[in-house]
C-alpha cells in the first residue's frame, strides 16, 4: 500500500532531544555529543541514538564523527562539571523480573562504580527527565548527586492474612521514611493522587543527594504539602534551589500547564532552613544560575488563567537577594515586533560565558526562534533563520530549538516543514552582537523535501469577528501543499486545527503534515487567536469564546485558502486533537456542508460531562469564562452554560462522517468523551469510526498508535474522497 511506505518514508528521520558539549581547551576543539530519537516501525518504539562530532571551535571544520549507536534504558547521562567524569543512570529488569536502576560513574577509561540505587531503600525510583520534576547535577565537587526520585513507598497489609504489599504514600503525607518502614494494615485499596496526564507515576518526589565516595543517601526534608522538583546546586554547594507545587486541596495535571500555584525556594542543606525567593501568585519554572553562580534567573506567570500564557524572565542577585524583571509579559505583539517569552522547556544549560547573556527558544508567531537576552539591559535578540557561511544565502521560514549553551556555542536543532530535523552549531564571538555568527553544518548542508512546499499567511478577523477588547489582534496559518499534482488536479485539503488552545503549530518539521502531503493533500495548519506566540492578549481573547471565536477563526483561515485557489473548493477535510478535536467537532455540527469527512484524536466534545472526569478541571471551567475554585462543582448554573459552548449541543445538525480516535489511559481528555460521541452520532445514523489505543494516552504517541491513527485517517479521507 502506498501510504504505508509515505508513512515509512516521513518517519524514517531522526529527531535530535538533547545534547552537551565538552572542550579540549589545548586542541581549540570540542566534541559535541548529540541523542536522537528514531521510530522503529517493526519493533514498534522509539529507539534512542547517540552521535559525537568533534569540531574545530574558530574555523567550524569537522575534525571527525561517529555514526549512530543504540542506547538502551538510560534515564540519565551526564558528564561532571570537569568533563572527567560521567554518571550514568540506568533502568534494568533482573533474572527475578524485578525492576532495578543502576547510578553508574565512568572516567575516560573505565566504570569506577555501580550502585543499586534501590538497594539502599532510601527512596523509589529516580525520576527521569519527564520535562516537570527531573534533576540530575553533579556538584562542584564532583563528590556527590543530586536528583529527584520517589519517596520510599508504604508497606500496607489486609486485614486477614499475612501478605504484605508496598504501596505509594499517602497524599499530603509528611511522614519521615522511617516512619514509611511500618505496615498500615488496610490502607491496600487507598487512593492514591498523582500529578495526572503523562505524569502518573508522579506522586510524591523527594529530593536526594548521593555522596559517591561513601555511597550513601541523604533525603532532603521540605516544607510539607509540596512536590518538589527542577532542582539544582546554589552556590558552593552549601545549599539547594528547586520549584515546588503545592498539592492541596487536590492536585490537578502539570504537563502543558504551567500556571499550578508554585514556588521557588533556596534550602541550606546543614541547617535545613528554607527561603523563598520567588513572588507570591506567580508560578515559577527553570531556576538556571549563571557560569559564575552570581545570578539565578527563572520565569514564572500568574497563578491561575490559561494553561500557558506569556512568562516573564526574572533574575535575582544572588548576593543581595534583588529580584528584578528583565523580560516582562507582552500584550499585543503586532507584526515583527517582539511578543514575549513562550516555552513548555528551558534546556538545562542557557548562559554565554560572559554572565550576561543567555539563550532560550521561543514561539514567535507561527516561527519558534532563538532569543539572545541580555539579563543587565533587558534587550533582546532573535535568531529565526540560519546563513550558510558560503553562500550567505538565508534559511527562512524554518524553525529553531536550543538544546545547549556552553561557553559560547550554541547547539541548535533546526527544521522546516519541507526539510527534516539536523543539527546547527553557532559559535557566537560576541553575544551582544550577534550579526557575525560563525554557523558550523555538522553533517554538511540538507536538502529540502522536493513534495512539499509551505508559505506563512495572515489573516485578520472580519469586522463583526474583532474582540471588544483586543481589537488589533490578527492571526496566522501555514499553508503545505504537495508539489506532485494529479493530472494537473487541484488537490483535496486538510484543514488541521492545534489543540491547547493556547499551543501553537511552527513551521518545524511536522511528521502529520508531510505524511498527508506525501499522500497527495495540501494542509492549512490554523494558529487561530488564544494560539502561542502572537501576545498575552491573544491568549486572553479565546476565554469565555471557545466553540466561536476558534472556529469562526478556522473558518476563516479555510476561506482564504480558498481564494487562493491553490486547493479544491469541494474536496475539504477537518482533522485535529485535543482541543482541536473540539474545533473539529464543533464545526462540523456548526457547518454540516462544508467538509467530505472529518478526524480527531481525543476530541473533547462535552464540557459538562469532562469536568468531573478531567485531570484538569479547571481548564473547563477558564476557557468557559467561568471561575475556578477547588470547590467548584458542577450546579445548575454552571452546567446550562458548558453545554451551550459544547460541541454535543449541535448534534442534531451533523452530516459530516468522522474518524474518532481515542487513547484509553488518556487522563486529560477522557476516553468517555470519544465514546459519548460516538454513540451519539450511530443512533443518528452518521457514518462514525472508534479505533481505540490502550496503552495510549493523550497524546496518542506510541509507534504503532501513531501509524496506525494516521494511516486510517488517510484511508477514512480516501474512501470519502472517491
Not at 431 to 439: D, G, Q, T, V, Y
Request: aromatic share 10%; with cysteine.
Amino acid at each position: 500500500m502506498e501510504m504505508i511506505s509515505n508513512y515509512r518514508a516521513v518517519t524514517s528521520f531522526p529527531t535530535p532531544t538533547n545534547a552537551d558539549l565538552t572542550f579540549q581547551e589545548n586542541l581549540g576543539s570540542a566534541v559535541l555529543y548529540s541523542y536522537w530519537s528514531q521510530r522503529d516501525l517493526e519493533r514498534t518504539e522509539k529507539t534512542t541514538l547517540l552521535r559525537t562530532h568533534t569540531f574545530d571551535i574558530q574555523s567550524g571544520r569537522v575534525i571527525s564523527y561517529t555514526g549512530p549507536q543504540e542506547i538502551k534504558n538510560e534515564l540519565w547521562n551526564k558528564f561532571s562539571p570537569s568533563g572527567k567524569l560521567r554518571a550514568v543512570v540506568r533502568n534494568e529488569i533482573d533474572q527475578k523480573k524485578e525492576d532495578k536502576q543502576y547510578l553508574e560513574i565512568f572516567d575516560c577509561c573505565r566504570k569506577l562504580k555501580t550502585i543499586d540505587i534501590l538497594a539502599e531503600e532510601k527512596h523509589g525510583k529516580i525520576v527521569n527527565n519527564d520535562g516537570q520534576f527531573g534533576s540530575f547535577e553533579w556538584s562542584a565537587s564532583e563528590k556527590q548527586i543530586l536528583y529527584l526520585a520517589e519517596k520510599k513507598k508504604a508497606k500496607t497489609s489486609n486485614f486477614f492474612g499475612n501478605k504484605v504489599t508496598n504501596t505509594s504514600e499517602k497524599q499530603g503525607s509528611d511522614m519521615s521514611n522511617t516512619d514509611s518502614d511500618k505496615i498500615r494494615q488496610g490502607d491496600g485499596f487507598a487512593y492514591i493522587e498523582n500529578w495526572g496526564e503523562q505524569l502518573t507515576e508522579r506522586v510524591c518526589p523527594v529530593i536526594c543527594i548521593l555522596d559517591i565516595d561513601s555511597i550513601s543517601v541523604k533525603i532532603i526534608e521540605i516544607l510539607p504539602f509540596q512536590s518538589p522538583g527542577q532542582v539544582i546546586w546554589a552556590p558552593l554547594d552549601s545549599g539547594i534551589v528547586f520549584c515546588a507545587w503545592k498539592h492541596e486541596p487536590y492536585k490537578l495535571g502539570l504537563k502543558f500547564c504551567c500556571q499550578r500555584e508554585c514556588y521557588l525556594y533556596y534550602q541550606d542543606i546543614e541547617q535545613g532552613s528554607a527561603e523563598v525567593l520567588s513572588e507570591k501568585d506567580y508560578a515559577v519554572r527553570f531556576p538556571r544560575f549563571s557560569p559564575d553562580m552570581r545570578k539565578l534567573i527563572y520565569l514564572d506567570v500568574p497563578v491561575g488563567g490559561a494553561h500557558n500564557q506569556c512568562a516573564r524572565l526574572i533574575m535575582i542577585d544572588w548576593a543581595t537577594r534583588t529580584r528584578k524583571v528583565v523580560v516582562d509579559t507582552v500584550g499585543n505583539a503586532i507584526a515583527s515586533k517582539f511578543p514575549g517569552i513562550y516555552t513548555y522547556n528551558l534546556e538545562r544549560y542557557v548562559w554565554f560565558s560572559d554572565n550576561v547573556h543567555l539563550a532560550l527558544s521561543s514561539n514567535w508567531r507561527s516561527v519558534n526562534a532563538i532569543l539572545i537576552v541580555n539579563t543587565d539591559t533587558g534587550a533582546i535578540q532573535h535568531i529565526s533563520n540560519g546563513i550558510d557561511n558560503e553562500s550567505k544565502t538565508a534559511q527562512v521560514d524554518g524553525s529553531f530549538e536550543l538544546l545547549c549553551v556552553k561557553k559560547n556555542v550554541l547547539v541548535l536543532v533546526y527544521s522546516a516543514l519541507n526539510l527534516p530535523f539536523h543539527l546547527v552549531i553557532a559559535n557566537v564571538s560576541d553575544p551582544s552582537n550577534i550579526k557575525n555568527i560563525l554557523w558550523i553544518y555538522p553533517d554538511g548542508p540538507q536538502e529540502t523535501l522536493d513534495w512539499l512546499s509551505f508559505t506563512i499567511l495572515t489573516h485578520k478577523p472580519s469586522k463583526e469577528r474583532t474582540h471588544p477588547k483586543f481589537e488589533c489582534l490578527d492571526y496566522e496559518s501555514i499553508l503545505c501543499l504537495p508539489n506532485k499534482r494529479v493530472d494537473g488536479e487541484l488537490p483535496p485539503l486538510i484543514v488541521f486545527s492545534h489543540g491547547g488552545p493556547n499551543s501553537v503549530f511552527d513551521t518545524s518539521f511536522n511528521i502529520i503534515t508531510a505524511f498527508f502531503c506525501k499522500c497527495g493533500y495540501a494542509v492549512v495548519m490554523v494558529n487561530y487567536r488564544g494560539s502561542l506566540g502572537f501576545g498575552q492578549d491573544s491568549i486572553n481573547s479565546l476565554i469565555g469564546n471557545i466553540g466561536t471565536q476558534d472556529v469562526q477563526d478556522v473558518k476563516q483561515a479555510l476561506e482564504d485558502v480558498i481564494e487562493k485557489g491553490v486547493s479544491s473548493n469541494q474536496k475539504i477535510f477537518k482533522f485535529g486533537g485535543s482541543h482541536g478535536g473540539f474545533i473539529t467537532t464543533h464545526f462540523i455540527g456548526q457547518y454540516p456542508n462544508t467538509f467530505m469527512a472529518a478526524a480527531s484524536r481525543n476530541p473533547v466534545v462535552n464540557l459538562t460531562s469532562m469536568l468531573s472526569a478531567t485531570d484538569i478541571n479547571d481548564w473547563v471551567l477558564v476557557q468557559a469564562g467561568l471561575e475556578f475554585k477547588p470547590t467548584s462543582v458542577a450546579d445548575d448554573k454552571i452546567l446550562p452554560h458548558l453545554w451551550s459552548l459544547s460541541p454535543m449541543s449541535y448534534i442534531d445538525q451533523v452530516r459530516t462522517p468522522i474518524l474518532l480516535m481515542i487513547g484509553a489511559e488518556d487522563r486529560r481528555v477522557p476516553p468517555s468523551q470519544g465514546f459519548e460521541y460516538y454513540k451519539a452520532l450511530k443512533s443518528r445514523g452518521i457514518p462514525v469510526r472508534c479505533l481505540v489505543y490502550p496503552g495510549n494516552n493523550h497524546s496518542l504517541t506510541n509507534v504503532d498508535a501513531e501509524a496506525d491513527s494516521l494511516i486510517n485517517t488517510v484511508i477514512w479521507f480516501n474512501t470519502y474522497l472517491s
